[in-house]
């Protein structure tokens, strides 16, 4: 397509149990970046991935928290044992290549997880 | 470290009127700031941005921004708000000097624009 394809839009789960959001960014971007967002909170920086250089990971709020991006396409962000506070709006966002962006990062419509 | 603060959880205009969403940023060099807007269940859209060259710049569906270095604020403005711009706005900041690669966001503002 020709946006930020994100699935599911919408995961319901239990507390402890093991989720899997994707996203599949736009055609030919190679920067891909991941964002919580939670009420009142505004979006939170999770993880960052240019190309093939190591991520940046430096916002990941435990290590229950992991992403991988395959062949530097799709993207899947994992959440392990989940929590009642990861209930959140996970956006992904793709850019062009980052060094000498000017920063316009396209937004998927989000992957909503409750966690009951 | 590079940071963003809206100071209003919420705008209220009426329809006709101008509006002012308010954004002040902090880094430790050069800036590229920038406007994000969200519809409800929707993803962030890009509004505008400031890299470098004249102060106000122009964006999306008639919103402006102006950039003031010395205020470090970069306010979202509109000369005459519509019902249809009800929605929730993000300013966000990227260091220039080496910060994190991604955009650091504000907390939001929501605008809501009265009949």
Redesign the interface.
Known sequence: GAGVSQSPSNKVTEKGKDVELRCDPISGHTALYWYRQSLGQGLEFLIYFQGNSAPDKSGLPSDRFSAERTGGSVSTLTIQRTQQEDSAVYLCASSLSSSGNTGELFFGEGSRLTVL | AQSVAQPEDQVNVAEGNPLTVKCTYSVSGNP?L?W?VQYP??????LL?Y?TGDNLVKGSYGFEAEFNKSQTSFHLKKPSALVSDSALY?CAV?DLSGG?????????THLIIQP
């Open positions: 590229y920038f994000y269940n929707r993803g962030l859209q890009f941005k890299i993000f990227r994190a690669d991604g955009l650091t966001f504000g907390k939001g």
